[in-house]
């Protein structure tokens, strides 16, 4: 019997991309791009019509390696599309994942992650803008070709919940994007036989096709700067959290699409539960090193889009340590300490002490939260 080596990389549970259900609509594709002119061709139906040979439900079966694979990480996807006459391409990150591996000694070792809802991590999933020409089309290809693809879509309004999806027809490596007012979250699942542990992994990715809005399309992201006198500062982009968006439609009569809310964990739990590693982002990208010196931490909000009100929270590093040990999230939730922030500044003293912070940002258009942390011992 071979041996089974398996390796779980624990990301962030909230919820497993595969856990929802839902019907859906078949949409009929033409190929990508014409071999003589390197061009779309149009659609041949509408996405509404189902073929009489299709069932939405099957995936796309392709030729794939039936026995072992030699990639011993997960594999990417990238996508390419059309964007005003130029071939663009984007890699959506990877979500729920279990990826085996056979070895030249006939071991087997596997990769299996967690991951947040991709409705939940919608700012941070590339974007392709449909208002700017991208698409129809789009190709999918992967770093090691699997057996079969299977698609399905979030329609982005009040009503959004996670069981609220279209399945969506895939014609080989192709998918077809609508031509609508509505923004949409993807998500592919793409299966790779291997002996007796079926592979597989998720992506997710942003559609927007909303009409013309007043302010940024999605939450901005957070900046932020650490200034010490007689040294550098130190700066980098926060890790957002929960956010709630509803872009402003410049135009009355168009309907209001194009909103969200996502809920991430509190910022505690997110330090003790691996979010960071989620994202691909090391502790020390996202914490401020004091040096035994104090400073001002200055906030910048992308877009050019300041929020009308902050508010400036923070815990106590170790009680990452302690949810991690098993504390009551109630217990420490509300153990915070306010901050007083002017014209987008606030005074960090050292105490000797490390500090989680919390951002809360509010617009009229909805709300975000981000976090970093501040080590003062070092």
Not at 58 to 71: D, M, R, V
Not at 100 to 122: A, M
Not at 150 to 155: D, I, L, V
Request: aromatic fraction near 12%; charge should be negative; proline fraction near 7%.
């Amino acid at each position: 019997m071979k041996k089974l080596i398996l390796t779980i990389a624990s990301f962030l549970a909230i919820c497993f991309f595969a856990a929802c259900s839902g019907d859906g609509q078949a949409e009929i594709l033409a190929p990508l791009t014409n071999p003589s002119t390197g061009q779309y061709e149009e659609a041949q139906a509408h996405p509404s019509e189902t073929p009489s040979n299709t069932q939405p439900e099957e995936p796309s079966n392709l030729q794939a390696n039936t026995t072992t694979t030699s990639i011993t990480t997960i594999p990417s996807m990238q996508i390419q599309y059309w964007h005003t006459g130029t071939l663009q391409e984007i890699t959506p990150p990877h979500g729920l994942a279990n990826w085996f591996t056979t070895h030249e000694d006939g071991t087997i070792s596997g990769i299996l992650t967690d991951s947040p809802h991709p409705l939940q991590v919608i700012d941070n999933l590339p974007i392709i803008d449909r208002t700017t020409g991208a698409g129809p089309l789009l190709e999918l290809s992967f770093q090691s070709q699997p057996d079969t693809i299977t698609a399905k879509r979030w329609q982005i309004n009040e009503a959004t919940d996670y069981t609220s999806y279209t399945k969506v027809f895939v014609a080989g490596t192709t998918i077809n994007i609508p031509d609508s007012d509505n923004s949409y979250v993807y998500e592919i699942t793409a299966r790779w036989p291997h002996q007796d542990h079926e592979s597989f992994v998720t992506y997710a990715f942003y559609v927007t096709s909303s009409p013309q809005v007043e302010g940024p399309r999605r939450t901005p992201q957070l900046y932020v700067s650490l200034n010490i006198e007689d040294m550098s500062a130190q700066s980098f982009q926060a890790l957002q959290l929960s956010n709630n968006w509803w872009p402003t439609i410049s135009d009355e009569n168009a309907p209001q699409s194009g909103g969200y809310c996502a809920t991430s964990y509190h910022p505690i739990d997110a330090w003790a539960r691996d979010f960071l590693n989620y994202l691909g982002r090391e502790e020390d990208a996202v914490t401020f090193f004091l040096y035994g010196t104090e400073g001002e931490i200055e906030l910048l909000f992308s877009d050019n889009f300041p929020p009308q009100a902050i508010y400036v929270r923070r815990w106590p590093a170790e009680f990452a340590v302690l949810l991690a040990d098993g504390s009551s999230d109630m217990e420490l939730w509300f153990q915070y300490e306010p901050v007083e922030i002017n014209d987008n500044t606030f005074r960090i003293i050292n105490d000797g002490n490390n500090y989680i912070y919390e951002i809360e940002a509010i617009w009229p258009q909805g709300r975000s939260s981000y976090t970093f942390r501040v080590d003062c011992a070092s």
